[in-house]
C-alpha cells in the first residue's frame, strides 16, 4: 500500500539513517580507539581462548555492524552531493567545492590533533572532489557504476590477499638458512611482509611500545598518531574504492527515490528481506571462515571478495527498514531522537574523538587496552545517551549543532544564526 509522503518526512529519513549510522559507527571505532591498533582487524590479539561474551559480542558486530555502518555513512555522503547541488547556477557550484574544503579541514584537525587516526572525513572530502562531477549522470546510470566498482573491489581484495601471501613466501624465503641467491627484489618483498605482520600480528614489545607511546604525553601520542594516520593516507587510492562504492551508490539512490521514501511499503518490505537475506548469509559465512582458520589474515574480511557484498546488503536493510517505519509512521519518539543526533552527526563525530582522546590516551585517563571488549561497549552505551539527549536539549534551542553552524558559516562566508 502506497502511502503519502511529504517533503518533511524525506529529511527525516536521511537525518533518522543518518543518526542511526552515526551511532553504529562507534561499535567499530571504539575498538580502535580503546584497544591496540590491530585489534580493529585482528581480534584475536584481545579475544580469550574460551568461548566468552567477549566473542558473542565481537562476533555479533561482525555479522550485523562491521563495514555496513560505515557503509550508510558513505551512502549518505553521496546522497548529500546530489542533494546539495539541486537547483544551484553553474556559479552557485562552488560552494560545494568549498564546502568539501571545509570538511576536509575538519577532518585534518580530527585526524591530527584530535588524535584519532581512524578518521574518514579526509578520505570522504578527496572523494568528494572527485564525485562532485558525477553529479549530473542519471540514477541508472551511477547504479551500473556502482556496481562496476563493486566487482572491482571484489578484485582488489582477492588481489591484496595474493601481494601480501607471495610478500610472506619471500619473507621466508629470504630468512631461510639454505637459501644463498636472494634478489633484492626479494628483500623488498620480504620487507613488506614485516610490516604488514606488525600491522596485523604484532609481537608483545610492540604491542607494549604502542601502548606506551598512547599513554604518555600528548607530543608522544601526537607522534604515534600522526605516523599511523599517514599510513593510512599512502594507502589511499586503495580505500577510496570503499568509499566510491556506497558513495555512488547512495547518489544513485537518492536520484532513484529509493533512499529518502519514494517507493511502495511494499517495496521496502522486499528490499528489506533480501538484502538482510544476501548480508547475514555473506557475513556469518566470512565469520566461519576467520574463525575456523584461527584468524589467518588470508580469511579476514577485508581480504575476502565478498565482503562488500555482505556490508552493503546489510547496509541497504537498515536503509530499508527506516524507511518502512517512517512510511507506517510508527517509533516517533525513537526516530525524533535520532534524527537529532543525524542533523548533529558532524558534531556527534568529533565528539567521539574528543571522547575518546581524553578516555584512552595519555592526554586523559589512558585507559587504551586496559579494558575488555566487552566493557568498551558499556562506554559505547554512555557515549549514546549522552549524544541523544545533547543532541535533542541542543536542537531545542538551536537551528543546528555548533560545528554544523560552523561548516554552514564557512561555506556561505557569512554568520548564520544560530539560536532559534
Known amino acids: 500500500m502506497q502511502f503519502p509522503v511529504t517533503e518533511s518526512q524525506r529529511i527525516e529519513v536521511l537525518d533518522v539513517v543518518r543518526g542511526f549510522s552515526l551511532l553504529g559507527i562507534l561499535l567499530l571505532n571504539i575498538i580502535a580507539f580503546g584497544l591496540v591498533s590491530q585489534s580493529y582487524i585482528n581480534p584475536s590479539l584481545d579475544l580469550p581462548d574460551s568461548f566468552t561474551i567477549d ?7 561482525e555479522v550485523t555492524a562491521e563495514g555496513a555502518m560505515r557503509g550508510i555513512f558513505s551512502i549518505l555522503f553521496g546522497a548529500g552531493i546530489v542533494l546539495f547541488c539541486a537547483n544551484k547556477s553553474k556559479a552557485d557550484q562552488k560552494l560545494f567545492l568549498r564546502r568539501n574544503f571545509f570538511l576536509l579541514c575538519f577532518g585534518i584537525v580530527d585526524a591530527y590533533f584530535l ?3 581512524g578518521d574518514i572525513l579526509i578520505t570522504y572530502a578527496v572523494a568528494g572532489f572527485i564525485l562532485y562531477y558525477f553529479r549530473n549522470l542519471a540514477g541508472k546510470t551511477l547504479l551500473k557504476i556502482a556496481v562496476a566498482i563493486l566487482c572491482f573491489t571484489a578484485f582488489l581484495n582477492y588481489l591484496g590477499k595474493e601481494v601480501i601471501t607471495y610478500s610472506k613466501d619471500a619473507y621466508v624465503e629470504v630468512n631461510s638458512f639454505e637459501q644463498t641467491d636472494i634478489t633484492e627484489e626479494k628483500v623488498l618483498w620480504a620487507e ?4 604488514f605482520r606488525v600491522n596485523y600480528q604484532p609481537n608483545e614489545a610492540e604491542i607494549d611500545a604502542e601502548v606506551s607511546q598512547r599513554r604518555g604525553t600528548y607530543a608522544e601520542v601526537f607522534e604515534w598518531n600522526a605516523e599511523r594516520k599517514n599510513i593510512v593516507i599512502y594507502s589511499l587510492p586503495f580505500y577510496l574504492w570503499d568509499i566510491f562504492l556506497m558513495m555512488v551508490l547512495g ?3 537518492f536520484k532513484l527515490g529509493i533512499l529518502q521514501a519514494e517507493r511502495s511499503l511494499s517495496f521496502y518490505k522486499k528490499l528489506a528481506v533480501v538484502s538482510f537475506a ?5 557475513n556469518f559465512i566470512e565469520l566461519y571462515l576467520f574463525t575456523s582458520s ?3 589474515y588470508r580469511y579476514s574480511r577485508v581480504f575476502l571478495s565478498s565482503y562488500d557484498l555482505g556490508r552493503l546488503g546489510m547496509a541497504l536493510g537498515y536503509i530499508s527498514v527506516v ?14 531522537k535520532l534524527q537529532n543526533v543525524g542533523r548533529m552527526a558532524l558534531t ?7 571522547i575518546c582522546m581524553v578516555l584512552f590516551t595519555g592526554v586523559g585517563f589512558g585507559l587504551v587496552n586496559e579494558i575488555s571488549r566487552a566493557n568498551l561497549y558499556l562506554i559505547v552505551l554512555a557515549i549514546w545517551v549522552f549524544q541523544i539527549y545533547f543532541s535533542g536539549y541542543w536542537l531545542k534551542r538551536y537551528q543546528a549543532g555548533p560545528l554544523e553552524w560552523l561548516w554552514r558559516s564557512a561555506t556561505y562566508k557569512k554568520i548564520i544564526q544560530l539560536r532559534k
Open 55 to 61: 566473542w558473542a559480542i565481537w562476533g555479533f558486530i
Open 115 to 117: 588524535l584519532w587516526y
Open 192 to 195: 613488506a611482509w614485516d610490516e
Open 251 to 253: 547518489m544513485a539512490l
Open 278 to 282: 544476501i548480508g547475514l548469509s555473506v
Open 294 to 296: 584461527g584468524f589467518d
Open 323 to 336: 524507511n518502512i517505519v517512517i512510511k507506517a509512521d510508527v517509533f516517533k519518539v525513537i526516530r525524533q
Open 348 to 354: 556527534n563525530y568529533i565528539l567521539h574523538s574528543i
